[in-house]
């Protein structure tokens, strides 16, 4: 089984503070993602990457950059975080060329006060 | 840009009978695929079922089918019998096929509670 796991269920941090997001999966897979979850608005993408240092932006990238040094991790940091950053984080990870779905890892909850 | 549009923001049905969550979705693509996603209140998304858009037959998975109506941009689900471990959010996502672009556009979900 794909298994996707994120470093975290919950986090809190306080405003300013630098905050890193860490997804590993054990597929080799080589497409990665990072969304963000909030009620009534569905999921939105933030960056996502194709390979090892690739890297390329989603939907809402602002305030958030990504890192991926090794093919199974890929980090999502907020330089600087803020209030309106609070949301569910979703990683996930495909297979390429042979696409069929995405497997999502449990989700962080964080928290910026 | 693609958009993808799940006007019922809550379902409720009773245990054993069936249920329908809709979907719609605007792209001037003619080839993609479309996907409904499950999360259960522990929150780990799973793949329910998906579509190709070139075929014609509906897709089909044990209790959950999909009406897809291709020229309306209609991709509704569904199921049957349902259980008390249906209980979830579903997310309709719709996808490009071309090459390289792997973007899921996700719809806001809908949450589907079950009736004992």
């Known amino acids: 089984d794909v298994k996707v796991t994120q470093s975290s269920r919950y986090l809190v941090k306080r405003t300013g503070e630098k905050v890193f997001l860490e997804c590993v999966q054990d597929?080799?897979?080589?497409?990665m993602f990072w969304y963000r979850q909030d009620p009534g608005l569905g999921l939105r993408l933030i960056y996502f990457s194709y390979d090892v240092k690739m890297k390329e932006k989603g939907d809402i990238p602002e305030g958030y950059s990504v890192s991926r040094e090794k093919k199974e991790r890929f980090s999502l940091i907020l330089e600087s975080a803020s209030t309106n950053q609070t949301s569910m984080y979703l990683c996930?990870?495909?297979?390429?060329?042979?696409?069929?779905?995405?497997?999502f890892g449990p989700g962080t909850r964080l928290t910026v006060l | 840009a693609q958009t993808v549009t799940q006007s019922q923001p809550e379902m409720s049905v009773q245990e054993a009978e069936t249920v329908t969550l809709s979907c719609t979705y605007d792209?001037?693509?003619?080839?993609?695929?479309l996907f409904w996603y499950k999360q259960p209140p522990s929150r780990q998304m799973i793949l329910v079922i998906r579509q190709e858009a070139y075929k014609q037959q509906n897709a089909t998975e044990n209790r959950f089918s999909v009406n897809f109506q291709k020229a309306a941009k209609s991709f509704s689900l569904k199921i049957s019998d349902s259980q008390l471990g249906d209980a979830a959010m579903y997310f309709c996502a719709y996808r490009r096929i071309n090459f390289g672009n792997e973007k899921l556009t996700f719809g806001t979900g809908t949450r589907l509670t079950i009736i004992p």
């Open positions: 996930a990870s495909s297979f390429f060329p042979r696409v069929r779905e995405q497997f």
């Open positions: 597929m080799d897979h080589e497409n």
């Open positions: 792209t001037s693509e003619s080839d993609y695929y």
